[in-house]
C-alpha cells in the first residue's frame, strides 16, 4: 500500500499530477481544490494517497490531509458514492466543509458537488453523521502536528521522558476539552455557546475525549 508520496511536481493534467519521486514519476488523482493548491512544476510537494485496486486499473488518489483522506474513505463507504464523487465533494467542501455540512445535516451543501444529486446527498448526511465528531477530533489532533521535511528522512531523536500518570491524565483532559472547543468554533458556533456547551459536557463526562465531548456539545446546542 502506498500511503504517502513526496517528491517534486512534473506537471498538472486536469484531474491528476505527476509527482516525481527521485527519477520515477507517480500519476495521482486529486480533487479540484487540491490541484488548485499545488506549487509551480518542480516545487517540492506531499500527499497522502489511497491506492484504488480493481480488476483493470491502479489508480492513486491524493490528498493534503490524513483528515481528508479518511473523508474520502468514509465517502466511499456510502452506496453510490465512488472515488470520483468522493472527490467531488471533498473538491467542491473540503474537509471541514464536509465535517460541517454532515454534522449539522446540510444535505444541501453535499449536493453542491458535481454530480450528487438529492437523494444520494441525503443518504451521506444520514450514514455518517454518527461518525463525524471522531473525524473532527482527529483532524484538530493532527493539524496541531508540526511539519516535518517531505523529501529527506527524519533523524530519530531520543524519546523525551516519561510523564507522571497525573501529570499525563491532566494535560490530556485539558487537550480534550480545547479540541472539542476549536472544532465546534470550527463549525461555525459562537465561542461563548461554544465553550458553555463543552464545559456542560466535560462536567457531566469527565472521563469523555474529544470525539465524545464534541458528540455531548453537539446535543446541547442542537435546539440553538
Known sequence: M??????RLEYRGSDHVLIDVRGVGYIVYVSDRTLAAMPGPGEAVALYTELIVREDLLQLIGFPSLVEKEWHRLLTTVQGIGAKAGLAILGALGA?????????????????APGIGPKLAQRVVLELKSKAPAVMASGVALSAEPLVEVLEPVATSQPAPARTKAASAGKSRAAFTADALSALT????APGDAAQAVATASAEAPDADTAQLIRLSLKLLAPR
Open 96 to 112: 471541514e466543509g464536509v465535517s460541517r455540512a454532515i454534522t449539522l445535516g446540510d444535505a444541501r451543501a453535499i449536493q453542491s
Open 186 to 189: 470550527n463549525l461555525g458556533y
Open 2 to 7: 502506498i500511503g504517502k508520496i513526496s517528491g
